[in-house]
């Protein structure tokens, strides 16, 4: 659940007593966690769950999974096509979005027009945060030396500046963290968006409204 009063106004209705404390929403998600994992299921991450033969689990144990904004899937690098309103696209190194307006968005397929209202092209930057965010979300490690040498870098002189956020989380044991791995702990995996926030450039950058984390 988002809570974004500023964008949904109906979820103004909702006091904010209403609202589970953060301590509360890890419980919750903790107790549900085990309930499912008592059932046969496997917790693979970011509040998705599959039996040890799902294909998710399975590419998960074998290093091939992967998330995009849609979830978890085991097609990697696959490009994601936009229909309808606010529908949003992945094309290689792209991401665009459709209009929002249903009026306008049909004006615009009339007139011969895609009804894209905006987008990105990723720089080399953001593919290489792109690419470390979703090995932590998919494999919840990183191998520094890897890192290395698939993009050519010395990781810890890179990420010099996410460093003492990494080393707090460690010291909090959301993750361990030497010289060549990060690994994220059975506690880390439940603020993993949190983990993966190091890595993310653009959160100090401008004032966004995001949901909160817990």
């Given at each position: 659940?988002?809570?974004?009063?500023?964008?949904?106004?109906?979820?103004?209705?909702?006091?904010?007593?209403?609202?589970?404390?953060?301590?509360?929403?890890?419980?919750?998600?903790?107790?549900?966690?085990?309930?499912l994992q008592q059932a046969g299921y496997l917790y693979i991450?970011?509040?998705?769950?599959?039996?040890?033969?799902?294909?998710?689990?399975?590419?998960?144990?074998?290093?091939?999974?992967?998330?995009?904004?849609?979830?978890?899937?085991?097609?990697?690098?696959?490009?994601?096509?936009?229909?309808?309103?606010s529908a949003i696209a992945m094309v290689g190194p792209t991401?665009?979005?459709?209009?929002?307006?249903?009026?306008?968005?049909?004006?615009?397929?009339?007139?011969?027009?895609?009804?894209?209202?905006?987008?990105?092209?990723?720089?080399?930057?953001?593919?290489?945060?792109?690419?470390?965010?979703?090995?932590?979300?998919?494999?919840?490690?990183?191998?520094?030396?890897?890192?290395?040498?698939?993009?050519?870098?010395?990781?810890?002189?890179?990420?010099?500046?996410?460093?003492?956020?990494?080393?707090?989380?460690?010291?909090?044991?959301?993750?361990?963290?030497?010289?060549?791995?990060?690994?994220?702990?059975?506690?880390?995996?439940?603020?993993?968006?949190?983990?993966?926030?190091?890595?993310?450039?653009?959160?100090?950058?401008?004032p966004v409204h995001y949901s909160r984390v817990i």
């Amino acid at each position: 659940y988002a809570h974004l009063p500023e964008r949904f106004p109906p979820q103004k209705r909702i006091p904010d007593a209403d609202i589970p404390s953060p301590d509360t929403k890890l419980r919750i998600l903790a107790e549900s966690i085990a309930t499912l994992q008592q059932a046969g299921y496997l917790y693979i991450g970011m509040d998705h769950f599959a039996l040890p033969d799902d294909e998710l689990a399975i590419a998960q144990r074998e290093g091939s999974l992967y998330r995009n904004f849609q979830g978890y899937s085991t097609h990697a690098g696959t490009d994601l096509l936009a229909f309808g309103m606010s529908a949003i696209a992945m094309v290689g190194p792209t991401y665009s979005q459709n209009i929002k307006d249903l009026d306008t968005w049909g004006a615009t397929l009339e007139s011969g027009h895609l009804p894209v209202e905006r987008g990105l092209r990723l720089s080399d930057e953001d593919l290489l945060r792109r690419h470390i965010i979703t090995r932590l979300i998919c494999d919840f490690s990183l191998d520094f030396a890897a890192l290395n040498r698939q993009f050519g870098l010395d990781f810890r002189q890179h990420f010099a500046a996410s460093l003492p956020a990494l080393e707090a989380m460690a010291s909090d044991g959301l993750l361990h963290m030497d010289a060549h791995t990060l690994t994220v702990t059975p506690q880390g995996r439940l603020l993993i968006r949190h983990i993966c926030m190091a890595f993310d450039a653009y959160l100090a950058q401008k004032p966004v409204h995001y949901s909160r984390v817990i």
